[in-house]
């Protein structure tokens, strides 16, 4: 959710601060703001909107100063205004906040009773207010930051910087990561490995509790107990922090683009050439696994219901499919050879760690797919799987999600393999169909053209009906989902065989209906539903094969063909239609395709 950096720098850090906030946009924002010490002094510039607003700002009103904190803000506390807007600021402290302070009204009206009174309507406000109050009283810089976290109740990453102090950041993480950037006489601060990639290759991660006194010399760890600890600091890959468009008109156009090149990194990572699959450390032994739960938010959660008839249908493995933010609060029962799986692209997904925490002393294992190797949900793990989509940064997932499919996938094969409910011929037939998939979804990728043309439709529309079947009802809910995120349309998903259930009644001639069926043993059953919406005069775009285009043509409105796939695997490829039709309609209705409104690419609060 909201961007944070920091720097300790040897030149004028407003630029850099700003440069380093342009590659957090992704995350989602609604205001920015920057803060620096300039020969003692305290300042700061904010803005509403987009970051050029923030340069606009800066242009006629310059920030000097080697050191400075920067911050674009999601709004939960307060709507998007300067002046809720961060940095805040309280006498000599200036900070800036990710999380939620869930304990910000009792911390309010404790220090309005001391006639400390907030400009803001925001929870961060009330700690600066804190800090400031313990500096008046005495305490060192150090000293206020400390005795401020003790009073905090939430979520946060939180970053200080103090008036005088041209040569001091303080760092603290409880729920949002922070990692912390080491530079030749320079020190950095980020919410992420991306934020930071321009000046440093050298990452250490805070932990769950700590805080950092970080000056240009380096940087000084404390645990949550307030005893000093030794993070150690890693390379990072610099190639999976670059973030350009490559000569595409939005991110999410060059995420689409680039599945088939990261499916087959995915697939060559875990597959020997002989196509044994390869597990990091001990491995997963399927047989000892009496359930899988499996839990995750938003497109995440599809892929885990993809995935729920992949367990179940080649290994035999009862699975339960959670949303993450309800999971821990129906206090699930956990029984002992019960294996949970968390998925999350980014591995910081605040309801999803919180569900891995529930799990760890009741799960026989903890599992993880996430696309940051680094990430809390991989660190707390007993084996965290790499999906190599690299930096995704639209905030609709694309790659992100085909490449959870097929580390999925590859899953549900060895688990099948291992639980003895599949010969070696049947193993081999299903591998090899795997392997093809990057070829057909590169093919797949010729639908750009046909898929602007019925996405003019589609952009008329003001409600939209998704239908899949079996292992494509999980797709029709993605397709939804993309569609809703960055068109604005009311999109919905049903299986197809419930739509008589109820949902018939939406069906009228201005509906669109987007019917996913590939020519499967549910096609004949999934025609039969398309049929009643076509009697009812509902416009059907259908998705399928040439077969199932040469037996189901007659009456559609629109047809997407693919090429024909392995019905197993078939939710992989059709993931790439959902996406297009999405990105085209987005575009024809003229919104922002990357960074749509209200949402955030991380959600690091629950």
Known sequence: ????????????????????????????????????????????????????????????????????????????????????????????????????????????????????????DTDTETVALLANLFLSEGASPEEAVEMTLQRLHGAYALLFIFEGEEDLLIAARKGSPLAIGHGDGEMFVGSDAIALAPFTSRITYLEEGDWAVVTRAGARIKDGAGRLANRPAKTIQ?????????????????????????????????????????????????RAMDRLTMVACGTASYACLVAKYWFEQIAGLPVDVDVASEFRYREPPIPPRTAALFVSQSGETADTLAALRYCRDKAATILSVVNVAESSIARESDLALPILAGPEIGVASTKA?????????????????????????????????????????????????????????????RDILFLGRGRMYPLALEGALKLKEISYIHAEAYASGELKHGPIALVDKSVPVIVMAPHDELFDKTVSNMQEVMARGGQVLLVTDREGANVAAHGVWEMLVLPDVAALWAPILYAVPAQLLAYHTAIAKGTDVDQPRNLAKSVTVE
């Not at 689409?256 to 697939?267: D, Y």
């Open 401 to 461: 999600f085909s490449c959870q499919l097929v580390v999925l996938a590859l899953l549900a094969l060895e688990a099948g393999r291992q639980r003895g409910h599949m010969d070696e011929a049947t193993h081999a037939e299903r591998l090899a169909a795997l392997r093809s998939i990057p070829g057909l979804v590169n093919h797949a990728l010729g639908l750009s053209e046909a898929s602007d043309r019925v996405a003019a439709k589609l952009a008329e529309a």
């Open 238 to 286: 610099i190639e999976s922090a670059q973030v350009d468009k490559a000569g595409h008109r939005h991110f999410m156009a060059k995420e689409i683009a680039e599945q088939p090149s990261r499916l087959t990194t995915a697939l060559n990572h875990y597959l020997a050439e002989d196509g044994t699959f390869r597990l990091p450390g001990q491995g997963l032994d399927f």
């Open 1 to 120: 959710m909201c961007g944070i950096i920091g720097i300790l720098g040897s030149h004028e850090v407003a630029p850099l601060l700003v440069e380093s906030l342009k590659r957090l946009e992704y995350r989602g924002y609604d205001s920015a703001g920057i803060a620096t010490v300039n020969e003692g002094r305290l300042d700061r510039r904010r803005a509403v909107g987009k970051l050029v607003n923030l340069s606009d700002v800066l242009v006629h009103d310059p920030l000097p100063g080697h050191a400075g904190i920067g911050h674009t803000r999601w709004a939960t506390h307060g709507v998007p205004a300067e002046r809720n807007a961060h940095p805040h600021r309280a006498g000599r402290v200036s900070v800036v906040h990710n999380g939620i302070i869930e304990n910000f009204r009792e911390l309010r009206a404790w220090l309005a009773d001391r006639g400390l009174v907030q400009e803001s």
